[in-house]
């Protein structure tokens, strides 16, 4: 009951947040110099300077830009995310349409990371400073260090265009069909190296803390086999810390999806994001960072849940 | 045979400051059911010990020598069952290999009389001589490890059968063997109660869990007995309280769920480290009731840590003083108040506070526990001693043996005992004759 409650709270007091998300990523775009429009006579030499004019009228370029946000606002809260200004087509339509190419570009990311980072973690914990552990926190620590634009033509090189295993073009079929699949796993083990070292190292600290508390012992003088210890009472505690730095971790995974998009040319949301900031789309910026957030704020949300399901003491908190 | 022996127990910490050694060449003995207190200040290696009992010193701990024998008449069968291979005969052995040859064979070693049969009146004894005389015979070679050293038993042959007597070899025993013990027939009370329960399952699951793994329990009977221990133990409520995390318990209350749960298979023996340090004084009480009724009830043998003479004094038979590591007065628990033998225990003793005492300071025992990386030359508390003379310096004192009055063996470890002090122990012990030492605050049993 309490717990429904929480997280009802914590729905609520998310809002704010992303008025806030929105409000500075709108005053940024409209810092910044240029606008669709001059995008547009750019790219378009037979566009005149009257139609440019009167096409500033049209999308309400010139209002002052508090008119200009609440208009976006309300489109927004009607579930209307404005136009794409150089295709005439819906922004909301457009985000829809390539948002599921991008969470599964994610999911599959965050699914290798959490099945490599907690299993060597473990590993690495349970064999502190011997020589896998050394051998896991060097692989680790080059994990954190490697820029996820250079994995990921690394990986491109020497597995899909040397070994020729995984296709380099998009093989323009269905999104969970095969061929995709098969062409997601490089971006995917890309966009989620990072996370899985950041994750692994976590899991090694803490549960190498853990394991030195007295309930350790105390378990081990109740007989019970090494892993029982290991894989019940250890894991379960360190998991709390591992899910903070989780959750932390998915802003990362969202943003190094916008570079392992492009690189890999993956169909999805970070590649329409580029495009949209190089033509001064605002309604696409907007609707996509305003998901972005939403994406991070229930990342965060998630987290909590699974704190309070893994820590009775929390869940008494709430 | 005692149910629990250990000898010559030794175990070393390699830090990066030198060698520790925490419990150096240690030997006693528990009764089943017996009480036993093991007494000392911080760092005289009594919870190394404790640990060392149940095979949990943990790097950079090391076990170096020395022998634990548990000798449990079932639990050495049901081990000779699954480890027949592991299992010596001390019988055979008599009569396969001839004992002259082995005296002979641990004569070229260097091994004197004090080492193969712990009594250290038999240092330089010729080793054919205590043969004869019945002092020496197979079973301490084997019991003190020198079989494994001349190769008449294996690294591995943990189990002994000696006609009626056996026992287990906990120091040569495989870690499976070991954690079949551990909770079942040697379980432990931890000092503080909140760091020993795991915060993040339910107390009722910490019980449960022991009971379905060593007693082969089904998921619903381990919580039948587990709800029926956490009632023994005196916690109210105890079919709701099962499913309440250890958070939601009082500081009393965690105590009590773990006894419950050292309770839970029955055990043998029980090692109480510390067990009410962590509480107040009335809940101490308390706990302490309950720990004597419940072992008494189930005749469970108690090894019961302490600093606190106190303790001892209500629950124990009989009581070791340890210092720096090393035992130095053993001796039944009426006898040590009475008649205590070592200047230490007249130390520990003197700092008790006691009711209707006016001096404005509590006495103390000056100076701290020797560094145990360079131990003090000849006897380890000649630095803090009052009766300290040259030669306590220079001779490290043995553990002399001698009866009380009533015949019970006790035991110190001061050159007064060898006839080396010249000046003696002046010290008097004065007994108030309305003073009761064993009263106990009377309270009911919920917290």
């Known amino acids: 009951m309490s717990m429904q409650r929480y997280i009802a709270r914590r729905i609520v007091t998310s809002v704010p947040v992303l008025i806030g998300v929105s409000m500075v990523t709108f005053g940024l775009m409209h810092a910044a110099p240029g606008d669709v429009v001059s995008q547009l006579v750019a790219s378009n030499p037979n566009v005149s300077a009257a139609e440019a004019v009167r096409l500033r009228e049209e999308f309400g370029l010139n209002d002052p830009i508090w008119v200009q946000y609440i208009d976006w606002m309300r489109g927004v809260l009607t579930g209307d995310f404005g136009e794409v200004y150089s295709s005439g087509r819906d922004a909301g339509a457009v985000i829809w349409a390539r948002l599921p190419e991008t969470l599964v570009l994610g999911a599959f990311g965050w699914i290798f990371a959490i099945a490599i980072a907690i299993p060597s973690g473990i590993y690495a914990a349970v064999n502190k400073d011997q020589l896998g552990d050394d051998v896991s926190r060097f692989v680790a620590l080059s994990g954190i260090s490697v820029p996820n634009f250079w994995l990921g033509l690394m990986l491109m090189a020497v597995f899909a265009v040397q070994f020729d295993l995984f296709p380099t073009l998009d093989p323009q079929t269905g999104l969970f069909s095969r061929q995709m699949l098969w062409w997601l796993i490089l971006p995917g083990v890309t966009i989620g190296t990072a996370a899985a070292a950041n994750v692994m190292r976590i899991m090694r600290t803490s549960m190498a803390e853990e394991l030195n508390k007295e309930y350790v012992t105390a378990a081990r003088a109740k007989g019970l086999p090494e892993r029982t210890i290991i894989l019940k009472h250890v894991l379960r505690n360190s998991m709390i810390s591992v899910t903070t730095v989780a959750a932390f971790l998915t802003a990362g995974l969202v943003s190094g999806s916008v570079v392992v998009e492009n690189v890999f040319s993956w169909p999805g949301l970070g590649q329409e994001l580029v495009a949209a900031i190089q033509l001064r789309e605002m309604n696409l910026i907007m609707g996509i960072t305003l998901l972005t957030g939403v994406v991070i704020v229930l990342a965060n949300l998630l987290a909590d849940i699974v704190y309070a399901v893994l820590d009775p003491r929390i869940r008494d908190e709430y | 045979m005692a149910l629990l022996e250990v000898e010559s127990l030794t175990v070393s910490f390699y830090t990066s400051e030198g060698v520790v050694t925490a419990v150096d060449d240690l030997s006693y003995e528990i009764e089943a059911g017996e009480k036993f207190g093991v007494v000392g200040e911080s760092g005289a290696g009594k919870s190394v010990t404790a640990l060392s009992l149940l095979r949990l010193i943990e790097s950079p701990g090391e076990i170096e020598s020395g022998s634990i024998r548990f000798c449990d008449a079932d639990t050495v069968e049901s081990l000779a069952e699954s480890y027949p291979d592991s299992v010596v005969d001390v019988e055979r052995l008599r009569r396969e290999s001839s004992f002259d040859d082995v005296i002979d064979r641990l004569e070229q070693r260097g091994v004197s009389g004090a080492d193969v049969t712990g009594n250290l009146e038999h240092e330089g004894a010729d080793l054919h001589q205590l043969y004869a005389d019945g002092e020496l015979n197979m ?201 205590p033998k070592h200047p230490y225990t007249v130390g520990l003793m003197s700092s008790i506070p006691r009711i209707g005492d006016d001096r404005d300071r509590l006495q103390t025992i000056p100076g701290t526990m020797p560094d145990l990386i360079e131990t003090p030359s000849g006897c380890r508390f000649h630095p803090r001693c009052p009766y300290a003379e040259r030669s306590c310096q220079q001779t490290e004192p043995r553990l002399v043996e001698f009866d009380d009055a009533d015949g019970r063996g006790r035991s110190a470890k001061c050159l007064e005992y060898t006839g080396d002090l010249e000046g003696g122990l002046d010290y008097s012990v004065t007994v108030e004759s309305e003073h009761v030492p064993s009263e106990r605050i009377p309270g009911e049993r919920n917290d």
Do not use: W
Not at chain 2, 214 to 230: F, P, Q, S, V
């Open chain 2, 139 to 339: 079973r301490n070679v084997v019991d003190r490890g020198y079989a494994v050293d001349l190769g008449l038993i294996g690294e591995e042959d943990f189990i002994v059968r000696d006609g009626e007597t056996c026992y287990v070899e906990l120091l040569r025993a495989p870690e499976a063997a070991v954690r079949r013990l551990r909770g079942n027939n040697v379980a432990m009370i931890f000092q503080d109660a909140q760091t020993a329960l795991n915060p993040v399952y339910t107390v009722g699951e910490q019980i449960a869990e022991a009971i379905r793994h060593h007693l082969d329990y089904d998921d619903e009977a381990a919580k039948t007995r587990g709800i029926e221990l956490l009632d023994t133990v005196g916690i109210p409520d105890a079919e709701n309280r099962y499913s309440d995390y250890p958070h939601e318990f009082s500081g009393g209350m965690q105590q009590r769920a773990v006894i419950a749960m050292a309770l839970s298979c029955d055990p043998d023996v029980i090692i109480a480290d510390e067990p009410t340090t962590a509480l107040d004084v009335t809940t101490e009480a308390k706990i302490l009731d309950l720990l004597e009724e419940l072992t008494d009830e189930f005749d469970t043998a108690v090894q019961l840590i302490t600093h606190d003479l106190g303790v001892v004094a209500e629950l124990c038979d009989r009581v070791m003083v340890m210092y720096a590591g090393q035992p130095v007065e053993k001796s039944p628990v009426e006898e040590l108040y009475y008649d």
